[in-house]
Every structure is written in C-alpha cells, then in structure tokens.
C-alpha cells in the first residue's frame, strides 16, 4: 500500500487524484494533528455508551448491525457533540472534497465505527452505496484511523477498482446472522490499509471494502465522515433526505459555519 505524509497546504496530491479517478481511494498517512486527533477520540466512548443505552431501553443486544460489546456504528454524533463541527467542516476536509468531489460538497453522514476485542468482529464486503439505494451519484468516504490499524485488530481490505472491475453501485444480499449487506463473494482478500493513528483512507462509496475481525485485547477506533455533491434523498422520495443535508462547499468555498 502506498501511503503519503501529507502537508497541510497541501494535503492531496494529482497523482492521489488520479488514483482516486482509476483506484476508487488514496491513502494520507499521519494527516491530522494531534489536535485534530484528540478532538476525535473524544467523542469515541460517548459513541458506545449512546448505543448501549439504546439497546438497554429495547431490552435488546443487537440494533441492525450494531452488537453490543462487539461492535458499533454510532452515526451523528457531532449532533451531540457540536465541538466535531470543528474537524467536519475544516480546511482538511474541504481539500479532500474538492479532491473527489469537486467544487460542491454536502456533509451525507457521520459515524464512529469501533470493534472491541472479539473474534466476531468481521464486517462482511459491501459498498457504501449499499446502505444508501441505486439512485445516488457515489459520495467520498473519509475513514479516520483513532488507533493504530494493523493486520490485527481489522483493518478495512478494499478492492480497487481494477481488482473488483466494478465502480458502480452492485446489489446487496443481507445476511440474517448480522444484518450485514453483502456484495462480494470471491476469493481476493483485498488491500489491508494499515496505517498508524491519524491516518486517513479517502475512498469512493462504490468501493467494494470489508474489514476483519479485531484479534487483540483493545478497541480499534475509527472516524468517518462522508460527502456527497448533492443531498441525497429517499429512493422513493425526493423530499427525505437519506442522511445530513448541511451545505459544506459552494464553488468551491467553505459555507458552513462551525
């Protein structure tokens, strides 16, 4: 795997872009301060103690892919916590915006996605495209490592696209023991992104991805914001959005107050 210190006046390289155009993804080592870094991890356990709560009230271990003690998907936190405005809306996410998608971004969606030490902690291969519908221009995906990721604890595995021959939305099977939605059934294991804490792995929502379980006695905590170029809606209702409808870049400008 590639990977690139970045520099904050310039975070995304042409040859990063124009792997994303033919690839699906880049990668940019160490990108975030530790400011920015420690701003993250902050919200991390909010994040699981939010769910647990949930699944407390229902009586229930298990709310859709989310298992308690195992793994968790806690999307729209910085509702909660408005202080991750500060990194969702910053200079840092407008450069790779501007990368993948171009002058005109809208936050889509927000969510940590942390595994605890337990063998069944896989995350079947899917795209992210397959938790929205077929009716979506692909959005960019920002996955944040809050920890080191390595072979160990489940790092993602994607599939370039010259490795999956697809960049379009494929369908998705669920399967009934996790919920998970499934679009790959072959044998290539994928690219391990492997990367120290403050890493960053920019990739297509049509990327085919999973990740494997977490093998080690820590959680392993990741970060995700996603952008699209326009608000994404409903598949059957064009005044629902599916997700965030806040406004980001306009041209190419930032418009988001924090």
Not at 156 to 183: A, E, F, W
Request: net charge negative.
């Amino acid at each position: 795997m590639a990977v690139t210190d970045a520099a904050p006046s310039a975070l995304v390289t042409p040859e990063m872009r124009q792997q994303y155009e033919t690839e699906g993804y880049f990668v940019l080592e160490r990108a975030l301060t530790d400011e920015q870094l420690d701003l993250l991890r902050s919200g991390a356990q909010y994040s699981i103690d939010r769910l647990d709560a949930e699944m407390d009230a229902a009586g229930v271990d298990r709310i859709g892919i989310n298992h308690r003690g195992k793994r968790y998907f806690s999307n729209m936190i910085y509702q909660d916590r408005p202080e991750l405005r500060q990194f969702l809306f910053s200079d840092t996410m407008a450069q790779i915006c501007g990368a993948t998608l171009g002058k005109d971004a809208y936050l889509f969606w927000e969510q940590y996605v942390i595994k605890a030490g337990d063998p069944e902690t896989a995350f079947s291969w899917h795209q992210d495209s397959g938790y929205v519908h077929e009716d979506h221009e692909p959005y960019v995906t920002v996955w944040i490592a809050l920890d080191d990721v390595t072979e160990d604890n489940g790092p993602v595995r994607l599939l370039p696209y010259s490795r999956s021959g697809i960049k379009s939305y494929v369908k998705h099977i669920t399967d009934p023991s996790t919920n998970d939605r499934v679009c790959y059934f072959g044998s290539d294991p994928g690219i391990p992104m492997t990367a120290p804490a403050g890493s960053i792995v920019v990739f297509s929502s049509v990327v085919m991805h999973c990740s494997g379980p977490n093998l080690t006695d820590r959680n392993r905590r990741v970060y995700i914001a996603q952008y699209s170029k326009e608000v994404i809606t409903a598949k059957d209702d064009a005044a629902t959005p599916q997700g965030a409808v806040e406004r980001f870049l306009d041209g190419g400008e930032v418009v988001t107050d924090i």
